[in-house]
């Protein structure tokens, strides 16, 4: 009886897991009222990369955990987010001209996956491609020795997303935490490297 029950229990959680929830997504997102940004594809002269990343979310007294899969090439970024223990959550495909989202029920309907490129695309892309997907406000960096930083500010000069860099001059070898305060928002990035 205990088997059968752990079996009923387990088809229906890989049931629940296997719902997906297929979207065409908004390219450009709000991070305040006097912040917008827009989704930029990568530069023409990208070369093929794929890169692995665990993601931290804290907010407040919670604390979510992720790895990410993210594939980049001049046609498309994709970024494929998984569990702590491998469930696939979600796969978003961009164009250029259209954002995708395919995801599992379980994150509901809130989901927001736009935010999750615009933030990867704030602290990897060239800061001139970042620059262009600003539809106001602007952007610093700076590079120390030891820690380089960014800066995106709105038109009333407010810091409304602050990246830092730790340990490399290449941020994709870098464990990289983005803070949004009016959120009360912070992630840390870090590289799974070979090796």
Request: with cysteine; charged share 15%; hydrophobic share 40%.
């Amino acid at each position: 009886m205990k088997k059968l029950i752990a079996c009923v229990l387990l088809l229906a959680s890989t049931t629940l897991i296997g719902c997906q929830v297929n979207q065409q997504r908004q390219q450009c997102v709000s991070f305040s009222r006097q912040l917008d940004y827009c989704l930029q594809m990568p530069d023409v002269d990208v070369l093929s990369q794929t890169h692995e990343l665990t993601v931290l979310f804290e907010r407040q007294q919670q604390r979510h955990e992720l790895l990410l899969h993210v594939e980049i090439d001049n046609r498309q970024l994709i970024v494929v987010g998984l569990g702590p223990i491998g469930q696939a959550l979600f796969t978003l495909t961009f164009d250029g001209q259209t954002l995708n989202s395919q995801h599992s029920a379980l994150l509901g309907n809130d989901f927001k996956p736009e935010y999750i490129l615009a933030l990867i695309q704030m602290a990897y892309w060239p800061e001139k491609s970042v620059s262009i997907g600003l539809q106001q406000g602007n952007i610093f960096s700076d590079s120390l020795i030891a820690q380089s930083w960014r800066k995106v500010i709105d038109t009333e000069q407010q810091e409304v997303v602050m990246i830092s860099y730790q340990k490399s001059v290449n941020p994709w070898l870098s464990t990289v935490t983005i803070n949004i305060p009016e959120a009360h928002l912070t992630l840390t990035m870090t590289p799974l490297v070979d090796g």
